[in-house]
């Protein structure tokens, strides 16, 4: 195939030439004078991005390790944690916390929705011998395309007036969809570098609050490779106490460079553009966005149910053959039935606009039912939006 392919789906995304240029470099020593810098600098610019003063950490592993970190370094053999099934992923930390002799009570949702606030708030109230001992909610449900407002989930931890932990996968939303973990309250806070953050896989991170410090002091699940104590002496300095991801760090250092030129308000409202764009085409075309509530609209991916009796994995294995362009497929309980349209990262107006294009032509090529018009309809929206900021200036 000629061109670039389409990696279109929400993670791992389209990793930038400057990252991938900042990575090539030879294998350095991680324990010579040179790398304490680049390992300060690393954990350094992570903190701006999680918006937190707070300490961060660094595993070379993949998110799923950075959720099991969250929990074993806080929590005690047969604590209850409240989990809320807002999809795939949460429904996978949940079987992760169970695995760990945690005593998750699950809050059984429909996944067209993100959290509802006010039903963690009544569990919560109900709690009042306070055996809960963590609140763990996913922001954004990559598998749903729906977005939770953790803002709220905090506000109901305080309105019960619970002591819980408050703990938040951000691994398809840290660097794509506004988060703040100091200014909401997070204790622990879970993240990836594959998504938002532009990086190949390999990299994820725990933001960490004194509350949930002073928690690990005391937690009694058993830990050793994930034990944020092991980090923090090495840390001090940049150091890690095993082999780092060195050459992950230096893209990281870059991609965080480039976060902050554009501004993370400027990255939020690009992927929030990205987001209505891409819904837009979807009504269009006649579809359905799986997320049933605008409030949750995610910014970072679009999840798409197919029409009854059409299959989403044929639609794809089209677009894949005939445009060289992955999409997303649908997870579990919703396998077969939606495709993900992953616009995060390193994305802008053009590549979002060929993204929607072999959507369109995939339509029309499987004989999915739908009507013409979606990519206008994206490309009015993208180009209506650009003539009034010009007119502003
Ligand atoms: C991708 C993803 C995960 C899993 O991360 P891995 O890096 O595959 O372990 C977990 N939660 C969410 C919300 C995700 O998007």
Redesign the pocket.
């Known amino acids: 195939m000629a061109g670039r392919h389409f990696l279109q789906i ?2 791992p995304t389209n990793v930038p030439d400057r990252v991938l240029r900042a990575m090539d470099y030879p294998t350095m020593d991680h324990r010579g004078p040179a790398f304490g810098a680049l390992g300060s600098k690393a954990l350094e610019g992570l903190r701006s991005v999680f918006a937190t003063k707070g300490r961060v950490v660094i595993y070379p ?7 099991e970190a969250a929990l074993v370094n806080t929590l005690s053999p047969g604590d209850h944690v409240l989990m809320y099934e807002t999809g795939h ?2 429904s ?2 949940k079987t992760l916390a169970e695995r760990l002799d945690l005593k998750p009570e699950f809050i059984e949702s429909d996944w067209r929705f993100g959290v509802d606030a006010n039903v963690v708030e009544d569990r919560l109230r109900a709690d009042t011998d306070k055996a809960i001992k963590a609140v763990c909610v ?6 749903t395309g729906c977005a939770s407002r953790i803002e709220d989930v905090r506000a109901a931890i305080d309105a019960a007036g619970h002591d819980a932990l408050l703990m938040v ?5 840290l660097a794509s969809i506004d988060y703040r973990h100091d200014d909401w309250g997070v204790d622990v806070t ?1 993240a ?4 938002g953050l532009m990086l190949p ?1 390999g990299l ?1 991170f725990n933001a960490v609050s004194e509350k949930a410090l002073t928690a690990s002091k005391t937690a009694g699940l058993k830990r050793s490779y994930w034990s944020w104590d092991e980090m923090a002496g090495p840390n001090e300095t940049g150091y890690f106490p095993y082999t780092p991801a060195t050459n992950l760090l230096y893209g990281l250092v870059e991609a965080i460079d480039m976060l902050h030129e554009e501004g993370l308000e400027n990255v939020f409202a690009r992927h929030q553009r990205h987001g209505e764009a891409a819904r837009r085409a979807v009504q269009a075309w006649g579809l359905e966005v799986f997320c049933n509530n605008p409030a949750h609209y995610s910014g970072s991916l679009t999840a798409v149910l197919m029409p009854e009796g059409h299959s989403a994995d044929a639609f794809r294995k089209t677009t894949l053959e005939h445009f060289d362009m992955s999409l997303g497929n649908g997870l579990s309980k919703i396998a077969d039935k939606v495709f993900r349209i992953g616009h995060l990262g390193d994305f802008n107006d053009l590549m979002l606009s060929a993204t929607l294009s072999g959507v369109e032509m995939g339509l029309e090529l499987s004989g999915v039912p739908y009507q013409r018009g979606g990519v206008l309809a994206a490309l009015d929206y993208l180009s209506a939006r650009d003539q009034v900021s010009v007119a502003a200036e």
């Open positions: 929400p993670g592993a993949s998110g799923t390790g950075a959720w992923f949460a996978l930390w996913v922001h954004n449900e990559t598998s996968d951000t691994i398809s939303s879970v990836g570098s594959q998504k896989p994820s």
